[in-house]
Each structure stands twice: as structure tokens, then as C-alpha cells.
């Protein structure tokens, strides 16, 4: 899902597959001509965490996020709804400013990884595992900065690992219905019910404790209170309970 800038004729994305250990030198800030550049043009995929985080930032709603600042696609290789970013009129991160990102401590898990990608194999043949790659675009000059990394200390520094823990679920189920079902398009109901558990935990709150939810589906009472008192807990629970309504991987209707 790793989506940047493009340049004409010119492929940013070095065809070199990197490992954790991996190093490479970069740095980005205020100082540099092309700061912000890479805010512009771009497409970026949300994941339901990204969601989270901004719509908490923002100070509304997941519903209200969704409508004011996204767009539904619908990926090819899966038949499911992602959401994207919404651009302004001139391509731009509508939370680029003067000084950079406006809410650069809640910026989504496309821009913490930039300017390196993450690449997923996985199938029923061959070797599961992850790779990474170097985006490496023409106007970028962090590249020319001394600062070296390596690809798990950059992971570390930008937050990715709490954002790849809490989104595990979900991958998992974007992953799986690739794998298991990808030319099957999901019906409507399928369709609300992944768009519920995925991306909007204000509504899939009330559908928990507002419904007979919690009547249908065998939930301990620690988990209840979790998911009452923590709005993580509560994302993480979605995409277990989402699992298993897709999957039959999770949690039980009672008997």
C-alpha cells in the first residue's frame, strides 16, 4: 500500500530489496530546499490507526474525517473500500503548512515510513515475509545528509512498530482476502460491516454498547472494560471481531 510522488520517466523506488540491518543515510528538516516537496503530489492510503490518531487530533468523529477528508478507492488486487487521503487543488497534504506538517506527531504510517517502502510476500506457495525498499526521488536532498540509519532504527524513531502492532488484524484480513478470495467481490452487507470494524470506532462503539451486541457475541468482561476505557483497545477489538465475521476466526456467537 505504499504509494509516493512520482516523477515522469523516472521510477523513485530503487530495485533493491533491504532487510532490518540494512543502512542508508537520511535526514529531513526545515533547513533543506526541498522541505515539503514531498508533501505534494502524493497519494496516501489511511490505515484504520492513521484514522484514529487524526480524527482525535482534528477533534471529531471518525464519520466526520472520513467525509471531510478522504476518498473511497477500491483496490484491484483485494475488491475491498480503502480510504485516501484527500489532496488540494493544487496536489498538496491538506495538513502541509509553512513550518511542515501540522500534525506531524499523529502523520499517517505512509509518511512515517518514507523514504523507505515496505513490501509484503505472502502466498500459499512460496515463503511468507517482509522487505523493504528505498524511495529515493530525484528533488529529495535528505539523501546528501550524514545522519545513518538502518531500516529497524528508522522504524523505531517514526513510531512504525505501535502502528504495525495495532493495524496487525487488519492487515492480516486485507491479506487474507487477497490471498483467499481476491476475485470475489464482497456483497454490501460484507462491505458496511468491513467499513464498521476497520475505520470508524465512534459508530462500531455504539454498535457494541448501544445494540444487543454484546447479547450476540460472547465477550469477557474484562474486554468490555477495555474496550469502554481505551479507544485502542477498542480499534484492535474491531479488527479481531471483524476476523472472525469474515473469517469465523474470533469471537463466537452465543449459543
Given at each position: 500500500?505504499?504509494?509516493t ?28 530546499e ?59 497534504c ?8 501540522n500534525?506531524y506527531?499523529?502523520?499517517?504510517l ?14 500459499t ?72 470494524g ?12 448501544e ?29 479481531k ?15
Open positions: 500500500m505504499e504509494e510522488s512520482k516523477q515522469p520517466g523516472k521510477n523513485p523506488i530503487e530495485p533493491v530489496r533491504m532487510n532490518p540491518d540494512s543502512k542508508f543515510r537520511f535526514s529531513c528538516h526545515e533547513g533543506l526541498c522541505f515539503r516537496e514531498c508533501c505534494g503530489k502524493i497519494t496516501i492510503f489511511l490505515t484504520p490507526y492513521d484514522v484514529l490518531r487524526i480524527k482525535n487530533r482534528l477533534g471529531i468523529t471518525s464519520a466526520e474525517f472520513l467525509s471531510l477528508y478522504t476518498r473511497i478507492v477500491d483496490l484491484k488486487s483485494t475488491k475491498l473500500p480503502f480510504f485516501l487521503l484527500n489532496v488540494t487543488e493544487d496536489g498538496k491538506p495538513f502541509v503548512g509553512e513550518g511542515g506538517c500534525i506527531a499523529d502523520r499517517p505512509v509518511c512515517r515510513y518514507y523514504p523507505i517502502g515496505l513490501g509484503v510476500l505472502k502466498s506457495e512460496e515463503e511468507s515475509g517482509d522487505f523493504y525498499f528505498r524511495i529515493k526521488e530525484p528533488f529529495c536532498k535528505g539523501f546528501e545528509e550524514d545522519k545513518e540509519w538502518t531500516v529497524r532504527q528508522w522504524r523505531e524513531s517514526q513510531e512504525i512498530d505501535r502502528y504495525d502492532f495495532i493495524n496487525k488484524n487488519w492487515f492480516e484480513i486485507v491479506l487474507n482476502k487477497k490471498l483467499l478470495a481476491g476475485d470475489v467481490e464482497p456483497d454490501e452487507k460484507s462491505q458496511r460491516l468491513y467499513m464498521l476497520s475505520f470508524d470506532t465512534d459508530s462500531f462503539r455504539n454498535f457494541v454498547f445494540s444487543r451486541f454484546l447479547d450476540l457475541y460472547d465477550v469477557d468482561e474484562v474486554t468490555i472494560e477495555m474496550i469502554k476505557e481505551d479507544e485502542v483497545e477498542l480499534l484492535k477489538f474491531a479488527h471481531w471483524l476476523k472472525g465475521v469474515l473469517f469465523g476466526e474470533y469471537v463466537y456467537p452465543r449459543r
